[in-house]
Each structure stands twice: as C-alpha cells, then as structure tokens.
C-alpha cells in the first residue's frame, strides 16, 4: 500500500511539472505573437472603455422636436411649455404648418413633430377627447422613448389639472376631486435601472460577451498561429504531450484561465465602478460564477481552434457569431419569446449563461442558489467541452504524428 502511494505520489508530481512547463511554454508563445497579445491583453483593456464611454450619457435628454400649433390656445401654449420644461425634449422652433417642420425633420434639424389640431382647445373646453398627433424619429428607439415619455406625462398632468377644475365647480371638495382623480394611489418603483439608462441595461452584457469573444478569438489564433509555423502543420509538439493529452489541454486552458482571472477583476469590476454602472453583486459571489464561465469558454475555445485552419478563419468566426450571440443571451428579446430552436441554439455557446448569470447577480442583485441553473449549464460546460477538447486534441495529434513519420519514411 505504501508502495502504490508513493508511486502514485510520483506520478502525479510528474504530471504536474509536465503541465507547469505547457503552461509556461504556453505563456511564452501569447507573448511572443503580437496579434494573440492584442486580442488576449490589449483589447480586453481598452474595448470595455470605449463602449462604456459611448454610453457614458446613458439617456437622450432634450431632443429637438418640432410644435406644429394650429389651436392657438391658451392650452395649447401650456401644453407646447410643459413639454420643453420636460428633460427629454427640446422646443427647437414653432411652426405654422407642417409642411415647414417636415422640411426640417427631414434634414435633421429636428427629430420629432407634435401637431395639435386647430379643434384642440375647443374639444376640450366641450368635453369632448382632445388629439395630439406625435410623429418620431424611428432612426433609433431612443427618439421614440423619449417623445413617448414626455408627451404623455404632459398630457395626463394636463388632464388631472382639467378635471380637477371641472369637479371643482360642480361643488366638488378638495378631498373629494383628489378621490375622483385618483381612487386608487399607486407608487411606481423602477427595479434595477432606476434612470432607465442605456448602459446600465446594456453593457453588464455586453462585457461579459467582452470576455467571451477575446478568448475565443486568442485561443483560435493561436492555434492557427501553431500550425502556419509548423512545417509538418502539427496542432501540438509531440515534445510537450508526450502522450499524455490531457497535460495539453491543462496547460494550455490554465494560461488563459490565470491571465483572464486578472482581466475579469478589471472588466466587470473596476470598469463598471469607473463609469458608475450598477455593481449589487457580493465578490464572492462573482468568483463562484466567473470560475465556471472562464473555463467553459476556454474549453469551448479549445476545442473549436482544432478546426482552424488558419489566423484568419478564426476572425471570420468571431465576427459572425458577435451579434448572434448577444441577440441569443436574452438581452434584446426576453429568453421566453425567442423559439424553442434558437433557445435550445444558444445553449451551447458560454455566453449565453454568462450574460444571464452576470446580469442577475450584478444588476439584479441575485445570489448563489437564485442562478443555480447558470452555475450548473456552465459546469455541465466545462466537463463537456473539456472532455471534446482532449478527443479533439488527441485526434489531431495523432494526425500530426503520421504525418511525421510519414514524412520520415519519405
């Protein structure tokens, strides 16, 4: 018994030093090739800076509309000031017809027309449902968001006000118009975003997706790098698996798994803290979800950079499945209206988990047990991809090698 222990003592200290020197060697070879630097170390510096700072302004405020009057009322000017006192809108210019607000619209001067109607004050001096007509700017959402916010906000605090002065003079109290105004008082609470901001709803996603696509972009280029300076077009040197596949697929994951832990604490922890994005999650929390997902991904990577026949395909691959991936995670159209195909799709790549998990317990505030279903896709992930990654990389090998000996024999 004692023998076998030490025996296996050996064997497993043996098999350390093997993965230690591949993931050195590994190490060595990122630094050594200036594009993998790039993708793997420079990029994951400088792309969260830059979209954060696109988005540093998180809402539009005051944009430029266009009031086409043709009530000329006392109410109609009421309406027209409280719209520019808003924080969303602009009253850039009045005009006496529509045909002069389209003409600015349309160069772009303005990103909105309000029309009201000449019959505007008289409606609602009869009773009767006064119209405002808004046409946006559909260019971006953001125009319509903001339109829609303001113009109706204006037109129900313009209504109480209507009403209460038309109770009032049928006799009506103070606490009797407020009953009939509002019988039953809400409170809105906005949950997570309470600016409705753009970044704050959008860039928790978009760093993780961030993370994802560098490593998979730096793990395939320096596959592809591998085989272009190999003249036999070997995935690995026969002098570092030495049979042993599953040191390789160690070795290697643990370079990218060690340099990203680094990069994570400064992608989802300082960047957000920089540019004010919310941060509700507890650290430990972010390394118990981080760890899973690097991995995953790492082993994703691993195993799709056998196919790589070069450094360039893996860029075509990184570009196609860019926006994919983040239409996929649920963050544009809720998991629950995309179909059952494209859901059951998006299941295999990291991302999609990560983005989801991140942004429950980031923004959300989620814990362990409420992302259990992310924790565990990631892991089943990780062993998944892990266990493909060795078969891959044993096949290639093994591909490598009879092209040696062939070569040999020649």
Known sequence: MKYNSEKWYIRAQKNFRAMFHILVHEI???FKDRGVVIITLIAPLVYPLLYCGMYKNETLIDVPVGIVDMSHSSISDE???????T?????????????????DFYSGKIHGIIFIGSDFSKNINTGKQAVVSVYSDMSSFMYYRAMALATNYVALEI???????????????DKQTSMSISPVEYESTILFNQGMGFASFLMPAILILIIHQTLFFGIGMAAGTAREENRFNEFVSPTLHRGKIYRVVFGKSLAFFFMYLLLSVYIIGIVPEIFGLPQ??????????????????????????VFNPSREAQLILTLFFSLILLFLSGISLPQ????????????LFPATFGIQGYIKINTMGASVNEIQFELIALWIQTVVYFALATVVYYWQIRKGSKKVKNNIYE
């Open 159 to 173: 209504g109480e006000k209507i009403q209460a002065q038309r109770l009032s003079s049928l006799g009506y109290t």
């Open 336 to 347: 629950s209206n995309i179909p059952w195909f494209w859901k059951i799709f998006s299941y």
């Open 87 to 103: 924080r969303d809108l602009f009253v850039f210019n009045r005009y006496t017809d529509l045909h002069q607000a389209k003409n």
């Open 28 to 30: 060595n070879e990122i």
């Open 79 to 85: 309406y027209t000031r409280k719209l520019d006192a």
């Open 280 to 305: 509700t999650a507890n650290p430990v929390t972010i390394i118990e979800f981080i760890v899973p997902f690097l991995l995953a991904t790492i082993f994703f990577s691993m195993t799709l950079s």
